[in-house]
């Protein structure tokens, strides 16, 4: 085989887009938690939210018999949670006490699953999604901010870690 037969094979490994994904790992997203009491007053901010996220590599092959494939199609779920405890710093006048207290759920680590029960992937990734937080939506920042509560997991801060 020469170098020349090569390249085309070199090519589309090079162009094909699911290379360019950031493979499964551990990443921190910010979300807004928010509170209400029983009387309707509210307390509120911005969390670090560990979650996973990233590319799992799949495959397919031929087979003889229905649905004449068979399917590898590995998702990125949480491979430990972890209970997260934060005080939220933004309440309304006359907030129930404990309402700054928010609990939610953590990935510890990630690791790319199959689920061999079920050829479903959309199911079993909706099963793994990460936690919703509040009613904020999820986004990347920057660089770290020092008004947002920090999450240390096992007495390490991840989000210095992760480079988030």
């Not at 094979?9 to 887009?17: D, E, G, Q």
């Not at 493979?23 to 938690?33: D, F, G, S, Y």
């Not at 990233?54 to 399917?71: L, M, Q, T």
């Not at 689920?115 to 939506?137: D, F, L």
């Amino acid at each position: 085989m020469t170098l020349l037969s090569l390249l085309p094979i070199l090519l589309f490994y090079m162009v094909t887009p699911s290379h360019g994904i950031l493979p499964c790992k551990l990443r921190v997203h910010l979300a807004r938690a928010e509170q209400t009491d029983e009387f309707g007053r509210k307390c509120w901010d911005m969390v670090k939210v560990p979650s996973c996220g990233g590319r799992c590599d799949s495959s397919e092959i031929a087979d003889w018999e229905f649905p004449f494939k068979k399917s590898h199609h590995p998702v990125c779920v949480f491979g430990g949670r972890r209970p997260l405890v934060v005080r939220l710093r933004h309440c309304d006048p006359g907030v129930s006490s404990g309402t700054d207290v928010f609990h939610y759920i953590a990935a510890e680590d990630c690791r790319c699953k199959s689920n061999t029960e079920n050829a479903s992937t959309r199911v079993h990734a909706e099963k793994h999604a990460p936690p919703r937080v509040g009613a904020g939506r999820d986004a990347r920042y920057g660089t770290p901010n020092p008004a947002v509560p920090r999450v240390i997991l096992n007495g390490r801060d991840v989000c210095t870690e992760n480079g988030e």
